[in-house]
């Protein structure tokens, strides 16, 4: 069973949580530190949720919610769905994602949008599952260098 919550303090156990999902999520970036996470945590933009396996008392998931306001209304995106490895199948990513939308829609956003790469076929189900639809858009992206 699975108890999804948001994240309020960080703590050494939330570190070592997503120094352990990081790399199911990203092959590319580095698992957040303290500093990064607590600044997730401190915005107003960002609310970070986590899923904990009731039995074993794990963190085994996470999903970042941002909500914000533009001119045509307040819109929610989520971002960086991680589910481990050891539970995929179970209800940790609907759990976390049912949550987002649930927060989206108490803040009043008037949509909610995510990405997911077309790989990512179990991801794919489950969002289409839980009421997603898929848009006739593009997607575009400048990577910024340092």
Known sequence: MIHTTEVIEVDDELIA????????LSSSSPAPGADELAAIVASP??????????????????????IFRIPTGLRAWIEDVVVDDSVRGKGVGAALTKTAIER???EGAK???????PTREAANRLYKRVGFEKRETNVYRITLED
């Open 104 to 106: 989206a829609r108490k």
């Open 45 to 66: 933009a960002t609310v970070l949720f986590a899923a904990r396996d009731i039995d074993s008392g794990d963190i085994v998931g996470a999903l970042t919610l941002a």
């Open 17 to 24: 949580a997503f120094e352990r999902l990081t790399p199911q």
């Open 111 to 117: 949509t909610v949008d995510l990405t997911s790469r």
